[in-house]
């Protein structure tokens, strides 16, 4: 394995063989004994060692993650949980190469021999970053442009991953015409088409309503089970998080760190009338709950 650049940094490493420490801790209640859970241990996708981010205001520097230390498994499916301005999507910026930690080490293990390239680490916004004067098929089509890749083979993997976003239907429309749901879907259609190491989602469902977010959910997971992809998937919503991680990650408020982690266990979909189901989401909010005197509000860093 290469050696670390300077800090801070954002590395792209090829994968390796060495064996790493399990992530996260079985979820159980007290009083009762651990549930272990075995599954094959894939190998390590990204790495995130001591990573601190403060920002400049005009009431001094504003620490919003405080020494994050995080790993993700290949094809792994993470759940980042926590309040509103706990620095989740902080965190997605940094990993996606959207800005730089003040310090501390974040690494991508690559399983593809490619430059390391923002293209590795694809976001999906709340809001779905399409561009209107396009066809949802052009939006699709547009990262590929890049790629060296023939214009029939171009529209034959776009039409691929419309398909798989249910689409097809939809190729000519234009983004005004799709409801807020279907332009989530173009959005996770254009990122898929890219093919990257690494899906960030940063609460792509938080503006929907009920019925539409549930069911995209399903959705999701269905894309996911097919595709293999590593996701790390940011929300506020102790449901949505069971419903989708392989784990969550619990963070605190501000300065964001991480709090407690939850390891699920694998069948799927989840039941959400189940007593397991309802007995973890209970522990979760409890964590939500505590908080330290003054933890509030976000804590100024003074040196």
């Given at each position: 394995?290469?050696?670390?650049?300077?800090?801070?940094?954002?590395?792209?490493?090829?994968?390796?063989?060495?064996?790493?420490?399990?992530?996260?801790?079985?979820?159980?209640?007290?009083?009762?004994p651990p549930?272990?859970?075995?599954?094959?241990?894939?190998?390590?996708?990204?790495?995130?060692?001591?990573?601190?981010?403060?920002y400049a205001s005009a009431k001094g520097l504003i620490r919003a993650l405080n020494n994050i230390?995080?790993?993700?498994?290949?094809?792994?499916?993470?759940?980042?949980?926590?309040?509103?301005g706990c620095g989740k999507s902080t965190l997605l910026h940094l990993i996606a190469g959207l800005e730089l930690p003040d310090r501390g080490e974040i690494r991508l293990y690559s399983s593809q021999a490619k430059n390391n390239t923002n293209a590795e680490r694809l976001?999906?916004?709340?809001?779905?970053?399409?561009?209107?004067?396009?066809?949802?098929?052009?939006?699709?089509?547009?990262?590929?442009?890049?790629?060296?890749l023939g214009a029939k083979e171009s529209k034959e993997r776009a039409m691929h991953f419309l398909a798989l976003v249910k689409l097809e239907n939809f190729a000519n429309c234009f983004i005004h015409e799709l409801s807020g749901g279907m332009k989530q879907r173009a959005a996770l259609a254009r990122a898929l088409v890219l093919d990257p190491e690494l899906l960030l989602m940063d609460e792509p469902f938080a503006a929907l309503d009920f019925q539409?977010?549930?069911?995209?959910?399903?959705?999701?997971?269905?894309?996911?089970r097919r595709t293999k992809k590593t996701i790390i998937f940011v929300t506020h919503n102790v449901e949505e998080a069971i419903t989708l991680g392989d784990r969550v990650i619990l963070f605190s408020g501000q300065p964001g760190a991480v709090k407690q982690e939850y390891t699920l266990p694998p069948g799927r979909p989840r039941q959400k009338e189940s007593p397991f189901f309802a007995e973890l989401a209970a522990e979760i909010k409890r964590g939500f709950q505590v908080q330290e005197p003054g933890r509030e509000l976000v804590e100024q860093v003074t040196g």
């Open positions: 394995m290469n050696d670390a650049r300077s800090l801070p940094c954002l590395e792209a490493l090829p994968d390796h063989d060495r064996e790493e420490e399990p992530t996260g801790a079985p979820f159980f209640l007290p009083g009762e549930r272990l859970y075995s599954r094959p241990k894939p190998r390590l996708k990204l790495e995130i060692r001591n990573v601190a981010k403060t230390n995080l790993t993700v498994h290949e094809g792994e499916f993470a759940c980042i949980l926590g309040p509103s976001i999906i916004f709340q809001e779905a970053a399409l561009f209107p004067w396009l066809t949802v098929l052009e939006n699709v089509l547009f990262g590929l442009r890049l790629q060296k539409t977010r549930e069911k995209l959910q399903r959705e999701l997971e269905e894309i996911w």
